[in-house]
């Protein structure tokens, strides 16, 4: 019942149009004040505790990287080298796309930053050579959602530090669902770029062009080799590679490149203090919310309910994806994250599911939700780049939305996927 309760109010002031990590914190209160048996005196400690942990160190660090990265304009740099290689087909250069997802979804684990680093250059290099504005919009969107799947993904790092999985292992159990939902969304953006005649006609590969644009790229190039590398070989902690990173973008920006400079960097840093704040009030609020509906007996009523229904783990993974993808359409993806692990953790765990498989799959959930209105935030920031009505945006990734829910029915019904390199590690 008090979850009923929680829920009700914290839609009620959604709907009013209040922050979510202030509309967290108020429905803790409300549900406080009804129920003077938890001890307000413990609130305090819960609250410190939820953001006092060495890994969330990573947090800021990734963030930083992602954001002097981009500023650096690397993304330019990254393009143009593909370009090169992907001349001989038809349609081909929307890869780049894909690729540069890949690419920054290696080096700052968001996908808005993605879409933020990518989309100024794909929507000059793209239109240029005969791609729509809205295809190349929407793909940038999608292909940019893989940053929540690849390491170093902060969705990752919240869901290990909330559920107190090895963040290493979510690391490594990302990799290969990345790369397929990547795979994926290449054989289907070729597929629409050839029906469509989308791009410049065939064109043989120009190696010294490629030559000439490979030395200024291998810095870059380098960047996720490092941080995926060392995660893999456990040569470091999750938060010493987001140090690593964050040293080595500023490296590479304002020593080797030169495009950034000191100002700059520090504008970098008041970026990342500002999203680091947003991220630890909604982990203060949730973590809050979480405690009260502990001690009011919602992990009781939880595994009363799961004993009494005893699903199997495929019908609980499917009702799961269901409900995840409705959660999608209210909230962005961190809040979805807060509210719905602490709750459908312990019921994954008690019907069977690996909770490393179960943390890939709603992050899959979590990679949709970016593109679902009216809550999408990938869609909303590529409007903005090319300047295009939201509307306009969100027709053109239906044909990709379905391209993720095929990946997440992959990455749901064949566990190996991410679990097979994680067993590797071990």
């Known amino acids: 019942m008090a979850t009923l309760i929680a829920l009700v109010l914290l839609l009620i002031l959604l709907s009013c149009g209040v922050q979510i990590a202030v509309a967290l914190g108020l429905v803790s209160a409300m549900l406080i004040a009804f129920h003077p048996a938890i001890p307000a005196a413990v609130l305090a400690d819960v609250a410190i505790g939820a953001i006092d942990k060495y890994v969330l160190l990573a947090i800021p660090l990734f963030i930083f990287a992602g954001t002097v990265v981009t500023k650096g304009d690397v993304a330019a740099r990254i393009i143009a080298l593909v370009e090169t290689l992907v001349r001989p087909v038809r349609g081909a250069m929307a890869l780049t796309a894909i690729i540069g997802g890949v690419f920054f979804a290696a080096v700052n684990g968001s996908s808005i930053a993605g879409a933020v680093a990518l989309g100024p250059s794909l929507m000059t290099t793209l239109p240029a050579q005969g791609y729509p504005k809205r295809f190349v919009a929407a793909l940038t969107a999608v292909a940019s959602t893989v940053g929540l799947m690849i390491p170093p993904s902060l969705s990752f790092i919240l869901i290990g530090s909330l559920m107190e999985l090895s963040i290493v292992d979510l690391f490594v159990a990302g990799i290969v669902p990345g790369l397929v939902e990547s795979l994926l969304l290449g054989v289907a953006t070729l597929w629409m770029a050839h029906r469509h005649q989308y791009g410049l006609p065939p064109q043989p590969i120009d190696v010294r062009e ?13 960047m996720p080799v490092v941080i995926i590398g060392t995660i893999y070989a456990g040569l470091f902690t999750p938060t ?3 140090a690593v990173a964050a040293l080595y973008a500023a490296v590479l920006v304002g020593l080797i490149y030169r495009n950034v400079g000191f100002r700059d960097i520090c504008g970098c840093a008041r970026e990342t203090v500002l999203q680091t704040a947003m991220i630890f009030m909604l982990l203060v609020s949730a973590s809050l919310l979480t405690f009260v509906l502990t001690r009011l007996g919602l992990a009781r009523d939880i595994l009363e309910i799961t004993n009494r229904i005893d699903p199997s783990p495929l019908a609980f993974l499917l009702f799961v994806n269901v409900l995840l993808l409705v959660l999608g359409t209210v909230f962005d993806g961190l809040s979805m994250i807060l509210i719905s692990a602490p709750i459908l953790f312990p019921i994954a765990k008690a019907v069977g599911v690996d909770p490393i498989h179960f943390a890939v799959i ?7 939700a970016t593109l679902t209105p009216p809550v999408g935030l990938n869609v909303f920031v590529m409007s903005r780049i090319a300047r295009l009505r939201v509307e306009e945006t969100s027709r053109a990734v239906l044909p990709f939305y379905g391209i993720r829910l095929a990946g997440l029915a992959l990455i749901t019904l064949i566990p190996e996927l991410s679990l097979y390199l994680v067993g590797l590690t071990k």
């Open 210 to 222: 490629f030559g000439r644009r490979l030395p200024p790229a291998l810095a870059a190039l380098a």
């Open 240 to 242: 010493e590679v987001a």
């Open 362 to 368: 709603m992050t899959a959930n979590i990679e949709i």
